[in-house]
């Protein structure tokens, strides 16, 4: 049986009045790479902070490995996060730092390592998504998909366990979100780790996933292999990979 990295259980968080997740229950699996779709709005990314632990849910639980993270003081949640990394949907590069100077940060704050070992880890970081040549580049000088694969050497620098990626094509040409797509896929083999990824790019989901969720109404209500899910006799599910106005859900 396939171990599990991070897992949702029972758990529901609202905004004010708004719901977000209603007893929603995910289990994310060792290794995969777990595709979430779903509406636009519908609590996807929210998710991800969940199982950052940037976020804390109203009710139900949010385990990393066996630890439950919703009441964990802080101490304890930052060692454990640690193994989790976030990777932005715009890179969130600071402008005023080289691309290698905003790729260390990480190593920076959780290490001690020397200057030499860390440019030798950026380095390394960055030739793994391609950017090699951009480590005294600014971000400026760096075209969209460039930085999205940017904010990938710095979420994968300290070699987590677990890459939350957060609507890493959004934006891009065909070309770039195919690199964008291969380039994630290298990176779970890379770290031999586990990714989740928040998408809306149904041709990028159907080359990396393992599995996908749908997410609808605040709960998963398909979970699933690609194969799965594409043949899925839930019409909630059909509708949406149609793209079509006909259907249960409301437009």
Do not use: W
């Amino acid at each position: 049986m396939a171990a599990i990295v991070a897992r949702l259980d029972g758990v529901s968080l609202q905004y004010g009045e708004r719901v977000i997740l209603r007893n929603c229950s995910l289990d994310i699996v060792e290794g995969a790479i777990t595709c979430i779709i779903g509406l636009s709005g519908a609590g996807k990314s929210t998710i991800l902070r969940l199982i950052d632990g940037l976020r804390r849910p109203d009710a139900g639980h949010v385990y990393l490995r066996e630890h439950d993270i919703c009441h964990m003081p802080e101490r304890e949640l930052n060692e454990i996060r640690r193994k989790v990394s976030l990777s932005f949907q715009f890179a969130a590069l600071l402008d005023s730092l080289t691309v290698g100077e905003n790729v260390a940060l990480p190593l920076r704050e959780h290490t001690r390592l020397h200057d030499d070992a860390i440019r030798k880890i950026v380095l390394d970081a960055l030739e793994s998504v391609g950017l090699g040549s951009t480590y005294d580049n600014m971000p400026s000088e760096l075209s969209g998909g460039m930085l999205k694969r940017a904010g990938f050497a710095r979420a994968i620098v300290t070699r987590p366990e677990l890459v939350l990626y957060d609507e890493p094509t959004t934006g891009l040409d065909p070309i770039v979100t195919h690199l964008i797509t291969d380039t994630i896929v290298r990176l779970r083999n890379k770290l031999n780790g586990t990714a989740v990824v928040i998408s809306h790019d149904l041709q990028s989901i159907y080359m990396m996933a393992d599995y996908v969720a749908m997410l609808f109404e605040g709960a998963i209500i398909a979970y699933g292999t690609v194969d799965e899910i594409r043949t899925s006799s839930n019409p909630l599910v059909q509708q949406f990979l149609e793209g079509s106005e006909v259907g249960p859900i409301p437009i």
